[in-house]
T-cell receptor, first 116, second 112 residues
Framework: KNQVEQSPQSLIILEGKNCTLQCNYTVSPFSNLRWYKQDTGRGPVSLTIMTFSENTKSNGRYTATLDADTKQSSLHITASQLSDSASYIC???????????????FGQGTILTVHP | DARVTQTPRDKVTEMGQEVTMRCQPILGHNTVFWYRQTMMQGLELLAYFRNRAPLDDSGMPKDRFSAEMPDATLATLKIQPSEPRDSAVYFCASASGYRELFFGEGSRLTVL
């Protein structure tokens, strides 16, 4: 069964500190891995999309890593800001063949709270 | 500023009533998804369309839920009759082919 596990479930850090969120998956055949940020009361917004051949991808203060061998990904947030408080969702896509959109498996998310 | 538009943003209704949620995908996007999000289950796929044709609605309770795309600019999700367990946030998302997925702001449904 395809699964995506995220840890920790929640995290509290002080503004300006760094943090790393983890994502382990058992999705097969792997197509790509995405990280989304979801602010309270809003829809998820894409941060990064990584394919099999990509080890690292950055988007501003967000850096995602992917180890396709161990089926692990991490999202590192540098110099956190109050606006980083949100739920971070790891999503893994399985190959569907042709141009069909692969089936997405969602993690439960990590709730990050940044305190001043 | 291209975005997925969902209406209504909030809906409170009584058990047994019909609920219709609407979504306007980003212009030119040919893949549209309906998701449901709850605290317990997270995001669950209900249905998805490509070029207006339903490709997967296996996540949707068929007896009360229906999803359609009357045209390329409108997707609808209907619940009839609604039940308290349907209370959740319903998200529409669209994509061009199999590229990045863009979510709407969601429709929060409360069934009393």
């Amino acid at each position: 069964k395809n699964q995506v596990e995220q840890s920790p479930q929640s995290l509290i850090i002080l503004e300006g500190k760094n943090c790393t969120l983890q994502c382990n998956y058992t999705v097969s055949p792997f197509s790509n891995l995405r990280w989304y940020k979801q602010d309270t009361g809003r829809g998820p917004v894409s941060l990064t999309i990584m394919t099999f051949s990509e080890n690292t991808k950055s988007n501003g203060r967000y850096t995602a890593t992917l180890d396709a061998d161990t089926k692990q990904s991490s999202l590192h947030i540098t110099a956190s800001q109050l606006s980083d408080s949100a739920s971070y969702i790891c999503v893994v896509s399985a190959h569907a063949g042709g141009t069909s959109y692969g089936k997405l498996t969602f993690g439960q998310g990590t709730i990050l709270t940044v305190h001043p | 500023d291209a975005r997925v538009t969902q209406t209504p943003r909030d809906k409170v209704t009584e058990m047994g009533q019909e609920v219709t949620m609407r979504c306007q995908p980003i212009l030119g996007h040919n893949t549209v998804f309906w998701y449901r999000q709850t605290m317990m289950q997270g995001l669950e796929l209900l249905a998805y369309f490509r070029n207006r044709a339903p490709l997967d609605d296996s996540g949707m309770p068929k007896d009360r839920f229906s999803a359609e795309m009357p045209d390329a600019t409108l997707a609808t999700l209907k619940i009839q009759p609604s039940e308290p367990r349907d209370s959740a946030v319903y998200f529409c998302a669209s994509a061009s082919g199999y590229r990045e997925l863009f979510f709407g702001e969601g429709s929060r449904l409360t069934v009393l």
